[in-house]
């Protein structure tokens, strides 16, 4: 068992707006009850609260949320299979009442190969700030409900490991932030939107006299209208900033007490309006960041780190929502020192 108290402040200042601030204050507490059934069954209970009281500076008044839930993990580990069924059911101070649910079961074909199966039921409340959110807010948003499938294996070849993910989520209400004609962007629920999508994943960890790690991901997802309340000729239509084709691509190499990083990402073409028309397309773009750190023992004692980082070494001028400008390459130059 736990009890926890979280004291979050935000301030936001730029040219454009006076400063904005925000004050979260949470309470929580959880007590847990595990049972070893045997063979390696596990039965495990959770009683969860959580409270949020928020202040901020753009809200018209105070607002707060509570929540109370009861879950439950069956789960059994045994040499050639393991399974678990969870579920949970949420209460909210407004008024809704969720549950939420998942099976899942994994099975080693051999010593390389791993497969698994999940299926799943989950919820998603409104945030405060979908709700409250001045100028933007909806207050009508319903919760989104979702159901979902995943398949995957995991396989290891020498000194790769790979990972494999295909998934379908059906989901109810999906809440989605839109700009309307004259720019203000505020939630709406869209009655269903299918997510359908395959990501691999590689990893490489070796040492060679040079400590090398490389990872890299490639997703493929088509996220669609499949039914739309208000607007039928959306459907089949891919949703707003939602690319079909994301690659990262992340290097490491060490050497004694120098280290080189270098992080890409490739993000494909998106639609900025729900008809997906030419004209509202972006286009993809490829960043680039390289980071180089020395790190030494000062007195044989504190712990220094210097850290030279140049962002989008290429000096991509690219956008990840429409008329918003990102930085071009830039430097920075950071010193750290662990007491």
Known sequence: SN??????????????????????????SRLSVAYYIKDGCQWTTHLE???DDVNASFFDENRSRQNFAISSKLSHQARDLFWTLQSRIDWHSNSYVNWSGKAHIGYPINSELNVGLTLAKAYQLPGLNDLYWPF????????????????SASYRLDLMDWKFRA?????????????????????????????????????????????????FSLLWNKTK?????????????????????????????????????????????????????????????????????????????????????VENVGNTDYEVVRFYAMPLRFYSFEFEIDF
């Open 49 to 51: 609260q959580r409270k």
């Open 136 to 151: 933007g807010g909806n207050l009508d948003l319903e919760p989104e409900d979702s159901y979902n499938l995943e398949i």
């Open 167 to 215: 998934f379908n989520y059906e989901v109810q209400n999906w809440i989605q932030w839109t700009p309307n004609s004259i720019g203000i962007w505020s939630p709406v629920n869209i009655s269903n939107v299918r997510s359908t999508g395959l990501e691999i994943r590689g990893m490489l960890d070796y040492s060679l006299g040079i400590d090398m790690f490389s990872e």
């Open 225 to 309: 209208v499949k039914a739309h309340q208000y607007r039928p000729e959306l459907v089949g239509n891919q949703l707003i900033y939602a690319p079909q084709f994301k690659l990262t691509w992340n290097h490491a190499l060490e050497w004694k007490n120098l280290s080189l990083f270098s992080n890409m990402v490739f993000v494909g073409d998106r639609f900025t309006s729900f008809d997906n028309s030419e004209s509202s397309k972006i286009s993809s773009y490829v960043v680039n960041d390289l980071s180089l750190q020395w790190e030494y023992k000062l007195l044989n004692r504190y712990l220094c780190r210097f850290t030279s980082k």
């Open 3 to 28: 009890l926890s108290y979280f004291n979050e402040f935000i301030k936001y200042d730029d040219r454009s707006i006076e400063a904005s601030k925000s004050t979260n204050n949470v309470f929580m």
